[in-house]
């Protein structure tokens, strides 16, 4: 355990109990591979109406067999070590594919809420040097290929792509199921994934290994944008060294490195810090993940009851869905052991709901993007009351303290603060951006959240607020300034205000 002393508000490492790991996302996934290779990795069920294309169960050996494919199929397109690859889908397995492919090939994946539309997309495409996308045809009522078709130009190859608003950008790919009649048209069109994995047949295995052996864990592998604490998008960069290790003391922490075959669904979306961390945190605990392409209640109940799974990831409103959905009672789930929930507090009265009707325990992590993800846990055993009043204790080997935000002293055990952390959670920075980096992290590694806390005696950290206004709306951050500049581009709106009001559904909703 870590230690407070002097009866102030900061947390002293704890280095005992697991080491952390000196590797990377490429070499993990080998090393599980090699280990487990008959073992389920991946298992999208559940979707009946695709008429079994999305019936996929990948066990370790195909799973590494098909992300080496992908991986030399990025190669063939020229992508040299570093470069960026954005990803605009829902939770698709290509998605999966790309998550460790990318991290074999030395590339940076670049992560886009898939709700985007063409101004937000076009910002994190220029903003973060992207250059290939890989994307949905259509998200929801939103037509992704034609937003693509009106900012590139096309190139002599269908895929290939120049733009004069997107200099970086060099190729699109479609995944997924592609609109009808797109492969039959004789015009230029994105290339399919199907087509960019078959042209990884000219690159050498040796190839792949040779890119892979280059890689190394301090190297940046993911850029996830979040607007943070200052109201505008920034690329925070995160190494393999972070990932892995933030997902290794979570997994810790939650009792969850047995080895054993455990089953994990996750209903977040991956473009998130938490959707992406999961699916690959699954891998590093050796574990069978069940994503949803995305949240839908019932069948995220259908999910966990038909493939017994164990754990869950669920911000608090997916949770009140499922509870409250009309056939819970025939889904009811019988060997969920831990429901983990963040993102947004969680009522003690849906927390006892969980634990009678689902039989889970209930973990609550506190983190943010530039901390990759959670930073604290509640211990397996912790009482209702202490996980509706707390976030937990902070992860092994991070120190934490919580500091006055005027003078950046350590405020006692009790007193409101800004709670800072240091270690290998830490981003690497914000792409292109080192004075922002420099206002987030300070010279000594402190990274500076921006959120209030308080500190107890035994280490449970209690988030009060935020040093700016920010609204949490169903674990999403939303920023009100964002909002209001784009209410008042309409040409009938002179003015806007938006600001956060209390939600018994979403925990606080914009008015």
Not at 86 to 105: D, G
Not at 122 to 141: C, I, S, T
Not at 147 to 153: D, E, G, I, K, Q
Not at 480 to 494: G, S
């Amino acid at each position: 355990m870590g230690m407070i002393k002097d009866g102030l508000s900061y947390w002293q490492a704890d280095t005992g109990g697991i080491d952390l790991l000196d590797t990377t996302l490429g070499d993990l996934l080998d090393s599980r591979a090699d280990e487990i290779p008959g073992r389920e990795a991946v298992v999208y069920s559940c979707y009946p109406e695709f008429g079994g294309a999305l019936d996929i169960r990948w066990n370790y050996a195909e799973y590494r067999a098909r992300v080496d494919a992908v991986a030399r199929g990025l190669m063939a397109l020229g992508l040299q070590k570093g470069d960026h690859i954005a990803v605009w889908a829902a939770n698709l397995p290509e998605w999966l594919l790309l998550e460790f492919a990318t991290a074999k090939a030395g590339l940076v994946l670049v992560t886009v809420n898939p709700v985007y539309r063409a101004a937000e997309l076009e910002y994190v495409l220029k903003q973060g040097d992207v250059k290939a996308l890989f994307f949905m045809a259509q998200v929801r009522d939103h037509n992704c290929l034609a937003t693509v078709r009106s900012m590139v130009a096309p190139g002599e190859k269908n895929g290939e792509v120049s733009s004069e608003r997107l200099p970086a950008l060099r190729y699109v790919c479609l995944m997924g199921m592609p609109p009808r009649g797109l492969l039959e048209q004789k015009e230029w069109r994105p290339s399919m994934f199907g087509e960019m994995v078959a042209g990884g047949a000219a690159m050498s295995k040796e190839a792949l290994r040779e890119r892979q052996a280059s890689v190394r864990p301090s190297d940046p592998t993911w850029i996830l944008y979040t607007s943070g604490t200052t109201g505008f998008p920034k690329g925070a960069m995160l190494t393999h060294y972070n990932i892995i290790n933030d997902l290794l003391m979570g997994l810790y922490r939650s009792d969850a490195l047995d080895g054993k075959d455990t089953r994990y669904c996750i209903p977040l979306p991956f473009f998130h810090i938490a959707g992406a961390g999961i699916a690959a945190g699954a891998i590093v605990g050796k574990m069978t993940l069940h994503p949803l392409l995305a949240f839908d209640p019932l069948k995220t109940l259908q999910v966990i009851k038909q493939e017994n799974c164990e754990y869950i990831f669920a911000v608090p409103t997916m949770l009140i869905a499922m509870l409250q959905h009309p056939e819970f009672e025939q889904y009811k789930p019988t060997t969920l052991k831990v429901v983990l929930s963040g993102g947004a507090p969680v009522p003690v009265a849906v927390m006892e709901q969980v634990k009678e009707r689902m039989n889970a325990d209930v973990a609550i992590t506190f983190g943010q993007t530039e901390s990759t993800g959670g930073v604290t846990y509640t211990p397996p055993g912790d009482s209702f009351e202490r996980k509706s009043a707390t976030v937990g204790i902070p992860h092994p080997h991070l120190d934490v303290k919580i500091i006055n935000p005027a003078t950046g002293e350590v405020v006692p055990c009790g007193e409101r603060g800004e709670f800072c952390c240091r270690g290998f959670a830490v981003m690497a920075g914000y792409y292109n951006m080192p004075d922002k980096t420099a206002q987030t992290i300070d010279a000594d590694g402190w990274l500076h959240t921006g959120d209030l806390a308080t500190m107890d005696e035994q280490g449970y950290v209690n988030i009060v607020g935020r040093l700016k206004e920010m609204v949490i709306r169903g674990g999403e951050n939303i920023f009100p300034r964002e909002v209001e500049d784009l209410l008042i581009r309409h040409p009938k709106i002179a003015d806007a205000q938006v600001l956060g009001v209390p939600d018994a559904f979403f925990g606080e909703e914009l008015l």
